[in-house]
């Protein structure tokens, strides 16, 4: 009898805890997606967006409309581009902490070192700035998927297509994250 009793006890806090648990989700996500940069006019060894990477994050909602996201990414292209780096994003929208679409834009820092050639040898170089992005994703209970679109102040890397006789280019990303709430 006293067994019976365990069990069904053991059962019925199970059960409570897991009903808990899926109503006291938090905000905060991790997550890994892939990841493109493409400088428009670039050399060779600087980024473009046939040579995808990937990324890992973490995302904090503050409410509905306002969020934040640092996200670390990085690109060993087959040509010999080695690129990593991170941003920190601020996100405003709408549909940012509950389930159903989501939709935000807002501006980015990001710190980014790519290994560039200088006369017969390579070093890192480092680029960093401004951006602005836009994104859209859909939450279905704890997981998301998003898609995101940004611009880079390309002030350092058109320095770097100067030094190529290149002309100035745009530099933009790409990513598409999978998430999941804890």
């Known amino acids: 009898m006293s ?3 365990v069990i069904t006890a053991s059962l019925l ?5 897991s009903h808990a648990a899926e109503e006291e989700f938090t905000n905060f996500r991790v997550g890994v997606g892939g990841y ?3 400088l428009s006019n670039a ?14 994050f973490a995302e904090f909602p503050q409410s509905n409309v306002a969020a934040s996201r640092f996200i670390l990414y990085r690109v060993n292209g087959e040509d010999g581009l080695k690129l990593q780096g991170g941003e920190t994003q ?23 070192k790519v290994q560039v050639p200088r006369g017969a040898s390579e070093r890192y170089k480092v680029f960093n700035g401004w951006g602005w992005q836009l994104g859209a994703g859909y939450q279905f209970r704890a997981v998301t998927l ?13 320095k770097e297509n100067d030094r190529a006789g290149l002309k100035d280019g745009d530099y933009t990303t790409q990513s598409l994250l999978l998430s999941y709430r804890f």
């Open 43 to 56: 050399p060779q060894y600087m980024p473009d967006s046939d040579q995808p990477g990937f990324a890992v």
């Open 13 to 17: 806090l199970a059960a409570a805890a």
């Open 3 to 5: 067994l019976l009793k």
């Open 90 to 112: 601020l996100m405003w929208g709408w549909g940012l902490a509950k389930e159903g679409p989501r939709i935000y834009t807002g501006p980015t820092w990001h710190y980014e």
């Open 146 to 158: 998003d898609f995101a679109f940004g611009w880079h102040d390309n002030q350092d890397y058109n």
């Open 36 to 38: 493109a940069a493409d």
